[in-house]
């Protein structure tokens, strides 16, 4: 008994200096759900044909949003800068968060696996969260990854880098930068990046088809850049910039040598000479056929 009391102390204790939300701070499950909110109205927002340059209108449905919830502007900064200073909660939180984003497309008709060049010779490496968010506060804005080949690989595979990308902010530079470098046996390295400044899918790809060569590893990184601006100012900053990445993949896709690819054009062209040469034989021997019938 003594031993079961002094269990039940110490689990006690560490439930009481267990860290907790300060007070006047929302909860995880608090700010998932207005960030959510925020993104589904930011989505319909954009579909309308004003498209983005007035944002009043986006202003206000935010701040019905935040009415909705019973939460001041102030709390919601006060909330929004507490996480963005705390990395543990603030990634339970954008997890939680990518993950409703995911099952709300899929509710909707839309699809989470689509990738292009999609077939037998094409394989997702990608060995990371396959949906994230990234945040215009350092180090927070910044995803960072690596991958090694492994024995699907082959000698001149193209690498792609591919995510969709959905923006949640309330002013500012849109600008999400993906860097792909491939590293090959020879000690060279081949580079590769893109700039994203909308809604929608972006792809990134080093080609390997002419050297062939045989890939060492691949690196890379997608960031939320700033700008002067952006920099210069406070970086708790309530200004609200965001964007959601989903569908993450990197792909390596297999490809013909140009000499096996010239020979098989030539043999296409050599049996196509000869479908045609058939043909012709054919229709001279049915036109032969019926003038030696008609005598």
């Known amino acids: ?57 986006l202003m206000a449905l935010r701040a019905s949003i935040l009415r909705k919830h019973n939460v001041d502007k102030a709390q919601w900064d006060s909330s929004y800068n507490y996480y963005c200073r705390n990395s543990r909660e603030l990634y339970e939180v954008y997890n939680s968060l990518s993950k409703r984003i995911e099952q709300n497309v899929i509710a909707l008709g839309g699809k989470l696996d689509d990738m292009q060049g999609g077939d037998a010779d094409t394989a997702n490496i990608w060995n990371a969260e396959p949906a994230f ?30 995510y969709d990308a959905q923006f949640i902010f309330q002013d500012g530079m849109r600008d999400v930068t993906s860097f792909l470098a491939v590293y090959y046996d020879n000690d060279s390295v081949a580079t590769m ?37 952006q920099n210069s100012s406070n970086v708790n900053s309530s200004t609200m910039r965001m964007v959601a990445l989903r569908n993450v993949k990197l792909l390596h896709l297999h490809t013909t040598p140009p000499a096996v690819q010239q ?6 062209e050599q049996v ?24």
């Open 1 to 57: 008994m003594r031993r079961f009391s002094w269990i039940i102390t110490l689990l006690l204790l560490l439930a009481a200096c267990a860290p907790s939300t300060p007070s006047g701070i929302l909860s995880k499950d608090e700010m998932e759900d207005i960030l959510y909110e925020m993104h589904i109205a930011q989505s319909i927002y954009e579909t309308r044909e004003a498209g983005i340059e007035n944002g009043a209108d």
């Open 133 to 162: 968010i990234l945040m215009h506060q350092p180090p927070y804005n910044l995803y960072t990854f690596e991958v090694l080949p492994d024995s699907t690989f082959e000698d001149g595979d193209r690498i792609t880098l591919q």
């Open 193 to 229: 990046a893109t700039h994203t400044n909308f809604d929608g899918h972006s792809v990134t790809t080093v080609n390997n088809d002419v050297r062939r060569l045989h890939v060492k590893k691949i690196k890379g990184y997608i960031v939320l850049v700033q700008n002067m601006v």
């Open 263 to 268: 020979e098989k054009s030539e043999v296409e």
């Open 272 to 295: 196509d000479s000869l479908r045609v040469d058939s043909l012709v034989k054919d229709s001279i021997m049915k036109s032969h056929t019926t003038i030696v019938n008609k005598h």
